[in-house]
Antibody, heavy 117, light 107 residues
Framework: QVQLKESGPGLVQPSQTLSLTCTVS????????VSWIRQPPGKGLEWMGVIWNNGGTDYNSAIKSRLSISRDTSKSQVFLKMNSLQTEDTAMYFCVTLKLGSYFDYWGQGVMVTVSS | DIQMTQTPSSMPASLGERVTISCRAS??????LNWYQQKPDGTIKPLIY???NLQSGVPSRFSGSGSGTDYSLTISSLEPEDFAMYYCQQYDGSPYTFGTGTKLELK
């Protein structure tokens, strides 16, 4: 069955860089696109960006200057890097498959990231 | 960015009740609208895609409708496992944006 599992540091200091990994099983990254979505505590969902099945990327313009999404297809992993973190970046970060460029079908359990000194 | 506004933000309801959640887009989105359910433990699953198509495995008590800027999710008869948060999401324009959320609570 399809599984996505996020991993990364739970705590990041302000102004530092966040690095997260999404390990995918049950499907191929060359046939499926993967997005990152985040959710601040008690708030709604924000789409961050996508790495398409062909390796191209698109980002939310609100955070584009700080964000990079990449992948290693041999390890079936997708990576998120975001720099210049601030307290408002504190959130649960989800990796999610994006089907046909339209809806988010398989969701990871999420990883909580707190930005604090 | 296309803004998505859901009403109500919270809804007390009873088992067996029929409920409808509304989602309004800041501009027409041509039925490019999905619905998701988030359980209290944080897990999220898709319910409906392209306005009215049920995701595989989703019970038939869930249905979606709408057009233009106005969309809705209806649950015909609430079951205990339906008490959760619900989000709409548009994919007519980038960035993908989600609704403000509706919390369905047990009355």
């Amino acid at each position: 069955q399809v599984q996505l599992k996020e991993s990364g540091p739970g705590l990041v200091q302000p102004s530092q860089t966040l690095s997260l990994t999404c390990t995918v099983s049950g499907l191929s990254l060359t046939s499926n696109s993967v997005s990152w979505i985040r959710q601040p505590p008690g708030k709604g969902l924000e789409w961050m960006g996508v790495i398409w099945n062909n390796g191209g990327t698109d980002y939310n313009s609100a955070i584009k200057s700080r964000l990079s999404i990449s992948r290693d297809t041999s390890k079936s992993q997708v990576f998120l890097k975001m720099n210049s973190l601030q307290t408002e970046d504190t959130a649960m970060y989800f990796c999610v498959t994006l089907k046909l460029g339209s809806y988010f079908d398989y969701w990871g359990q999420g990883v909580m990231v707190t930005v604090s000194s | 960015d296309i803004q998505m506004t859901q009403t109500p933000s919270s809804m007390p309801a009873s088992l067996g009740e029929r409920v409808t959640i509304s989602c309004r887009a800041s501009q027409g989105i041509s039925n490019y609208l999905n619905w998701y359910q988030q359980k209290p433990d944080g897990t999220i699953k898709p319910l409906i895609y392209y306005t009215s198509n049920l995701q595989s495995g989703v019970p038939s008590r869930f249905s979606g409708s709408g057009s233009g800027t106005d969309y809705s999710l209806t649950i015909s008869s609430l079951e205990p496992e339906d008490f959760a948060m619900y989000y709409c999401q548009q994919y007519d324009g980038s960035p993908y944006t989600f609704g403000t959320g509706t919390k369905l609570e047990l009355k």
